[in-house]
């Protein structure tokens, strides 16, 4: 569903999206490019936030939409094999 959601996304960022014909999100204008690009895992990401230590309250991953369970912490995303492009 996310690669769907980020595909229709990325038209409203090119201006390509029917509701928002024009829109530039997309750098062209100078601007930031707000578009996703599954290449380069720094476009995209999603928010932790952890109940277990209080130094794991808010973090910011990027290169993963995955979430881990309640109560896992960010020791989660350090198997290198299995998220080779996070970053937190």
């Given at each position: 569903?996310l690669e769907?959601?980020c ?6 960022c090119e201006g ?42 808010e973090?910011v991953?990027f ?12 020791e ?13």
């Amino acid at each position: 569903d996310l690669e769907d959601v980020c595909r229709e996304y990325n038209a409203f960022c090119e201006g390509r999206h029917p509701l928002y014909p024009g829109a530039s999100f997309d750098g062209r204008d100078g601007g930031s490019d707000y578009r996703v690009d599954f290449e380069k895992p720094q476009t995209f990401g999603t928010l932790y936030r952890g109940v277990a230590q209080a130094s794991e309250a808010e973090a910011v991953i990027f290169g993963s939409f995955e979430q881990p369970e309640l109560g896992e912490g960010l020791e989660f995303y350090k198997d290198a094999a299995r998220f080779p492009n996070v970053s937190v």
